[in-house]
């Protein structure tokens, strides 16, 4: 399998990097955003076989856009590199769509222990899912891992450069009538060193609500 690309947004995750890398499954051709970090990230991923790009404009939609555009393969996957999912995982996302299944496939959150998922993230994350199902799409997460065809995706023209990126994502492919496709994935704690800038604090919590709300509003 030779036409899979996986876009790691990454920002200061030079610690999870090696692990992420190493277990990203054949044929699957990982690059790595680099969204302006100082602890060597960029280096770190080059040095262990990633594809590294660059995007000085800080937020998770603008390293995730730079991603999409960067790539060249008929599908597309899209993954955290803090070591908090298995890459694994993307074969059975990619299968979906391949069988024509679905125009999307989303991973669904199953944290491996409390510390995974703390409290604040998991509570907002059930806000906004509920919102979603309430315009018919099935879903339970807006998790940071996903796949689709390339071309559908930059079809769709998600603007969001911030953290509303995935919601704005999903409520456009509700508006076109994707079919949306679920999986259960592990959710297990960061790799030693890491901090979720989305879910490592209440204020990144709020900060990103603040900008999925922007979306839905």
């Not at 499954?25 to 680099?34: A, I, N, S, T, Y």
């Not at 059975?92 to 496939?105: N, S």
């Not at 509570?123 to 996903?146: C, E, F, K, M, T």
């Not at 995935?166 to 009538?177: F, G, S, V």
Request: with cysteine; hydrophobic share 50%.
């Amino acid at each position: 399998m030779d036409d899979v690309d996986v876009v790691l947004p990454c920002l200061d995750e030079a610690a999870a990097l090696p692990g992420v890398l190493a277990a990203m499954p054949p044929g699957f051709r990982p690059l790595v955003v680099d969204n302006g970090s100082e602890d060597g990230s960029a280096e770190v991923a080059a040095a262990h076989g990633a594809t590294v790009i660059r995007e000085p404009q800080r937020g998770y939609g603008a390293a995730v856009h730079a991603g999409l555009a960067a790539a060249s393969a008929e599908f597309v996957c899209f993954l955290d590199c803090d070591g908090s999912l298995d890459p694994g995982v993307l074969p059975a996302l990619v299968a979906l769509v391949r069988a024509g299944e679905a125009e999307l496939a989303v991973g669904r959150r199953v944290p491996v222990s409390a510390e995974a998922w703390p409290w604040h993230a998991r509570a907002g994350n059930a806000v906004v899912a509920r919102l979603l199902r309430r315009r018919g799409l099935p879903v339970h997460d807006i998790a940071a891992i996903r796949a689709a065809r390339r071309t559908d995706l930059l079809w769709l023209g998600v603007a969001d450069r911030g953290f509303g990126y995935p919601l704005e994502l999903l409520c456009k492919a509700a508006e076109a009538n994707w079919r949306v496709r679920e999986l259960d994935v592990a959710y297990r704690t960061r790799a030693s060193g890491t901090r979720s800038k989305v879910t490592g604090s209440v204020l990144g919590t709020v900060r990103a609500v603040r900008d999925m709300a922007g979306v839905l509003w």
